[in-house]
């Protein structure tokens, strides 16, 4: 069997290496070509087109990037139309895979959307498009499933992959050799967001912050997990560039292990908030878009809450500082309520382990992508692979 795959994002990109292999295992003559990065290629999908190629945060900045991108869609399209898979999987990434979507349907192709686009919190208009492309949702919030039923779309609920996923096995003391850190030091983690625009947007109030932390007398020292959707030695010189701060900032490859063994953590609303979660670390949630997109894309919003374990605990358990709420002043205030022992910590590491919880779909359960590969397989009528 061959599988298009498309996904745009670092979360993506896992997503849809763990969805390579599941399919694989149960169809181990499997191949797959489409969009990703180093997670997906490395899974033996054949990238056309690489996620950072793509990968624009905003209404307004994709405006630019528009030529570029459309030439990688219809290079995808022109693909797809020439190898003809017997199914595609597209993963979130919605302004560019809900098109992709349109296209494929047309060529005939069964299209499955693994890790829904949020649209039950904004442009909600968009269900109508998976209802006409889109031959089955599988969905990884429990909540998810009954707003595309209440839509007549068909669905299936898999549980979260991240909250399947083995925690990370490296000791502080090991983690702390690997990047030089001082393990009798406080390490505070930075996840300013995996996209070179998201990231330039985030990452200037971030520096202030630690900056402020070191002058208010903190022996901290400051650690960046790079998302796999970003070049390393891109950011370094970004960093470099972009900030002449005497704050020295440790570029880590793990997001999870680096939250794990941090003090806290301040970190870009996304999928990353779900990391942070499970590494039960307390964290900031931030988060800044360029003023227009901002004035355009609130109007469009419907919740008043952005981050996943807000939406997942049903309350706000983390700290929200959106747009012009998103200040170094406003980000060391509330890093210096999570920092040290105290009510605050202990609460909402309590909340965390409550979503985390919540993320687990039953301790024995089969992982997500293993029981989203059964959900494609069986839909495409492909039971005799199912019996591996």
């Known amino acids: 069997m061959n599988f298009l795959l498309s996904a745009g994002e670092a979360s993506g990109d896992t997503y849809g290496a763990q969805l390579a292999e599941a399919l694989r295992h149960h169809a ?10 180093e997670k997906m290629q490395t899974a033996g999908c054949d990238l056309l087109v690489h996620a950072n ?9 994709v405006v630019t990037h528009l030529p570029a991108i459309r030439r990688r869609f219809k290079h995808l399209v022109a693909e797809a139309a020439r190898r003809k898979p017997d199914a595609a ?11 992709l979507a349109r296209e494929l349907h047309r060529l005939g192709i069964p299209v499955f959307y693994f890790v829904s686009p949020q649209i039950w919190a904004w442009r909600t208009g968009r269900v109508k498009q998976i209802q006409k492309y889109v031959s089955k949702m599988i969905v990884i919030f429990p909540f998810e499933q009954e707003f595309y039923r209440r839509h007549g779309v068909e669905v299936s609920y898999v549980g979260h992959p991240l909250a399947y996923a083995a925690a990370p096995q490296i000791s502080r003391e090991e983690f702390a050799a690997k990047y030089q850190l001082d393990p009798l030091k406080q390490w505070i983690a930075l996840l300013p967001g995996s996209r070179r625009k998201e990231l330039a947007l985030n990452i200037e109030p971030l520096f202030f912050a630690a900056e402020m932390l070191q002058d208010q007398g903190g022996d901290y020292q400051f650690v960046l997990p790079v998302a796999s959707t970003l070049n390393k030695d891109w950011l370094a010189i970004k960093l470099h560039n972009l900030w002449a701060s005497p704050i020295q900032v440790t570029l880590t490859e793990d997001a999870r292990a680096t939250m794990m063994h941090a003090r806290a953590s301040v970190v870009a ?9 499970l590494s039960g670390t307390p964290f900031v949630v931030v988060y800044r878009l360029s003023p227009l997109t901002w004035i355009l894309g609130r109007r469009l919003v419907r ?3 952005f981050a996943m374990p807000n939406l997942i605990a049903g309350r706000k358990i983390v700290t929200e500082l959106i747009q012009k709420d998103f200040t170094a002043v406003n980000v060391v205030r509330e890093l210096n309520a999570i ?12 909340a965390l382990k409550m979503v985390q919880e919540r993320l687990h779909d039953g301790k024995d359960a089969e992982p997500p992508a293993l029981r989203a590969s059964r959900e494609i397989l069986r839909f495409l009528g492909n039971t005799s692979a199912l019996s591996r």
Request: glycine share 12%; no cysteine; charged share 15%.
């Open 53 to 61: 190629e793509v990968a624009v945060v905003g209404l307004a900045e």
């Open 89 to 99: 999987v597209l993963i979130d990434f919605p302004d560019f895979n809900l098109r």
């Open 269 to 277: 609303s996304g999928t990353a908030t779900v990391e942070a979660a």
């Open 28 to 37: 181990p003559a499997a191949t797959f070509f489409g969009m990703g990065g």
């Open 303 to 305: 919740l008043d809450t």
């Open 339 to 350: 920092i040290p022992e105290g009510p605050a910590r202990q609460q909402m590491q309590a």
